[in-house]
């Protein structure tokens, strides 16, 4: 099985439908799941800052493919495996990885810029 059947069963289990979850909280897994996948494919797994992690909490509420609300957890991870642009997200709750959301390329570069504080003003302002 390749990295990424590993990381969408990762996502999948995640992400299970309400009737087939106990609890909110078993949408989440054991933190090693998801990295012991990434890193078994010779992936990165990248603890984001909280300034990143405050930017993806915002893309998480807005993205329409995501559920409503906000992610669980008060970190962020980044799972990216060789031959892929994008990556995915795992918010981090204690020892658990929750609420996946994919991360895109054009996202990725978003998140270098919020990681060096790198402000960019399209357009001329008010």
């Known amino acids: 099985?390749?990295?990424?059947?590993?990381?969408?069963?990762?996502?999948?289990?995640?992400?299970?439908?309400?009737?087939?979850?106990?609890?909110?909280?078993?949408?989440?897994?054991?933190?090693s799941v998801p990295r012991k996948?990434?890193?078994?494919?010779?992936?990165?797994?990248?603890?984001?800052?909280?300034e990143q992690w405050e930017?993806?909490?915002?893309?998480?509420?807005?993205n329409p493919l995501t559920p409503p609300g906000l992610p669980y957890g008060n970190k962020a991870a980044l799972a990216r495996v060789?031959?892929?642009?994008?990556?995915?997200?795992?918010?981090?709750?204690?020892d658990r990885a929750c609420t996946p959301m994919a991360a895109p390329k054009a996202l990725l570069a978003l998140l270098d810029d919020v990681a060096t504080a790198k402000i960019?003003?399209?357009g001329s302002g008010l």
């Open 120 to 122: 960019a003003h399209e």
């Open 37 to 50: 996948a990434v890193e078994a494919g010779k992936g990165q797994w990248i603890e984001l800052t909280a």
């Open 55 to 62: 930017f993806l909490r915002g893309v998480y509420a807005m």
């Open 82 to 94: 060789g031959g892929n642009e994008g990556g995915l997200v795992f918010f981090l709750d204690g």
């Open 1 to 31: 099985m390749t990295t990424m059947h590993w990381l969408a069963l990762a996502a999948a289990v995640t992400a299970l439908p309400p009737a087939a979850r106990a609890d909110d909280m078993s949408r989440c897994v054991d933190v």
